[in-house]
């Protein structure tokens, strides 16, 4: 099945620098990559996803890069606040619908004021 | 519109018992899932259910069964509680692909579940 790693396990970061959080996937047939923040206590929320077919998404402070071919993607934000300190989860799914994920196992990123 | 509603919001059950985590969700999604979240393992899927009376299994299904009788609920069954199913369990629900632009799950408060 699909395996996906997720690097770096903790990340901190000075306000207003950028923070990039990679992870890589096994099954080259995955089509469906989301990013989940998840507050102290919450619910994962979608913060930004993307398909295969697109190589790069943006969304304000927040972008999401592939790389197909290294079967890999990554999180990058922009200009980080401290509301912006969470746990990232990255997932992967293979399924066309895109509905079974296969998660990583987490980034918690601290942002200093 | 409640979204995705998960009750209990805590348990503590004793080794060998039973119980059932509810799951409701009112945005007539489809989809929907179970997940279990240990610490620094991230959310590993149960079960999932693509619509009324279809199931199956995730990555870690032992030990606990599902059943889909209609859209809204989704209710997930611990047969004999074990302590390593200690965890924060998340239901989730979306839309299937084509009828929204909107791919991403949408998640329940979770339930933390402790067994002794």
């Known amino acids: 099945g699909e395996n996906v790693e997720q690097h770096p396990s903790t990340l901190s970061v000075q306000e207003g620098d950028s923070a990039v959080i990679k992870c890589t996937y096994s099954?080259?047939?995955?089509?469906?990559f989301p990013w989940y923040k998840q507050e102290l206590g919450k619910r994962p929320q979608l913060i930004i996803d993307i398909r295969s077919n697109v190589g790069e998404k943006k969304d304000q402070r927040i972008a999401v890069t592939l790389n197909k071919t290294a079967k890999h993607f990554s999180l990058h934000i922009t200009e980080t606040q401290p509301e912006d300190s969470a746990v990232y989860f990255c997932a992967a799914s293979t399924s066309p619908a895109g509905n079974k994920l296969t998660f990583g196992g987490g980034t918690r990123v601290l942002v200093k004021p | 519109n409640a979204g995705v509603t998960q009750t209990p919001k805590f348990q503590v059950l004793k080794t060998g018992q039973s119980m059932t985590l509810q799951c409701a969700q009112d945005?007539?999604?489809?989809?929907m899932s179970w997940y279990r979240q240990d610490p620094g393992m991230g959310l590993r899927l149960i079960h999932y259910?693509?619509?009324?009376?279809?199931?199956d299994q995730g990555e870690v299904p032992n030990g606990y069964n599902v059943s889909r009788s209609t859209t809204e609920d989704f209710p997930l069954r611990l047969l004999s509680a074990a302590p390593s199913q200690t965890s924060v369990y998340f239901c989730?629900?979306?839309?299937?692909?084509?009828?929204?632009?909107?791919?991403?799950?949408?998640f329940g408060s979770g339930t933390r579940l402790t067994v002794v």
């Open positions: 259910s693509v619509g009324a009376g279809i199931t």
């Open positions: 945005m007539n999604h489809e989809y």
């Open positions: 099954d080259s047939a995955s089509n469906y």
């Open positions: 989730a629900s979306r839309s299937p692909a084509g009828r929204s632009f909107n791919y991403g799950y949408t």
